[in-house]
C-alpha cells in the first residue's frame, strides 16, 4: 500500500512541475510558484517516507 502513495506522490509532484513551467510561460508566476510548493512539499514527504528507520 505505501509503494502505491509514494508512486502517486512522485507522479503527481512530477505533473505539477511541469504544469508549473506551462503555466509560467503563459504569465501567471503566483499560480506557478504556487504549484511549484506544492510539488516541493510532496517530494519532502517522500523523502521523509523513505528514511530508513532503526
Given at each position: 500500500?505505501s509503494d502505491t502513495v509514494i508512486s502517486?506522490?512522485?507522479?503527481?509532484?512530477?505533473?505539477?512541475?511541469?504544469?508549473?513551467?506551462?503555466?509560467?510561460r503563459n504569465g501567471d508566476k503566483r499560480?506557478?510558484?504556487?504549484?511549484?510548493?506544492?510539488?516541493?512539499?510532496?517530494?519532502?514527504?517522500?523523502?521523509?517516507?523513505?528514511?530508513?528507520?532503526?
Amino acid at each position: 500500500m505505501s509503494d502505491t502513495v509514494i508512486s502517486v506522490l512522485m507522479l503527481t509532484g512530477v505533473v505539477l512541475t511541469g504544469g508549473a513551467a506551462y503555466v509560467f510561460r503563459n504569465g501567471d508566476k503566483r499560480r506557478a510558484l504556487l504549484m511549484l510548493v506544492a510539488a516541493l512539499v510532496m517530494f519532502a514527504n517522500v523523502a521523509v517516507w523513505l528514511v530508513p528507520v532503526k
